[in-house]
């Protein structure tokens, strides 16, 4: 499926059109990068924490970057954000909030939590793609991370 030298996005997106729009603007802006997309929280922990019918995931491939939508089924997005920084394994995985709340709160307590950038999801489509084109290319081919990390 993939390898381990793959910088992997793992999506957390419940939104079929937002999902589809994620994985277009990645395509348009020329990010090849295998995108894990998982539906709700409750599946995000699973595949993280290589659980359920993700148990059989090879531990050594751990995302690169987790784009985390907020307002999910089973287990929101902060709750989900709360057991990532909570576990030795994927503490420092980078997070970015990726969603349409423009409530004050939610900011704040994904900050307060942890996370390493909080993004409104533009409405626009041509704005979408260019906010996950930049996204893209800082969390994907700008930003460094040592190089061995435990995996997840």
């Given at each position: 499926?993939?390898?381990?030298?793959?910088?992997?996005?793992?999506?957390?997106?419940?939104?079929?059109?937002?999902?589809?729009?994620?994985?277009?603007?990645?395509?348009?802006?020329?990010?090849?990068?295998?995108?894990?997309?998982?539906?709700?929280?409750a599946e995000?922990?699973?595949?993280?924490?290589?659980?359920?019918?993700?148990?059989?995931?090879?531990?050594?491939?751990?995302?690169?970057?987790?784009?985390?939508?907020?307002?999910?089924?089973?287990?929101?997005?902060?709750?989900?954000?709360r057991r990532?920084?909570?576990?030795?394994?994927?503490?420092?995985?980078?997070?970015?909030?990726?969603?349409?709340?423009?409530?004050?709160?939610?900011?704040?307590?994904?900050?307060?939590?942890?996370?390493?950038?909080?993004?409104?999801?533009?409405?626009?489509?041509?704005?979408?793609?260019?906010?996950?084109?930049?996204?893209?290319?800082?969390?994907?081919?700008?930003?460094?991370?040592?190089?061995?990390?435990?995996?997840?």
């Amino acid at each position: 499926m993939f390898t381990v030298s793959q910088r992997v996005v793992l999506l957390v997106e419940d939104n079929a059109d937002d999902e589809l729009m994620t994985l277009r603007a990645f395509r348009k802006s020329n990010m090849h990068n295998p995108v894990v997309v998982v539906r709700d929280g409750a599946e995000a922990l699973d595949y993280l924490f290589r659980q359920g019918k993700h148990a059989d995931r090879d531990p050594d491939i751990r995302p690169q970057v987790i784009l985390l939508d907020l307002h999910l089924p089973r287990i929101d997005g902060l709750e989900v954000l709360r057991r990532i920084r909570g576990h030795e394994q994927t503490r420092t995985v980078p997070v970015v909030v990726l969603t349409s709340s423009k409530e004050e709160r939610d900011l704040v307590e994904s900050y307060q939590l942890g996370v390493n950038s909080f993004v409104h999801k533009p409405v626009d489509v041509t704005d979408f793609f260019e906010a996950i084109r930049q996204l893209g290319m800082y969390w994907l081919v700008l930003n460094e991370f040592p190089a061995q990390r435990r995996s997840a």
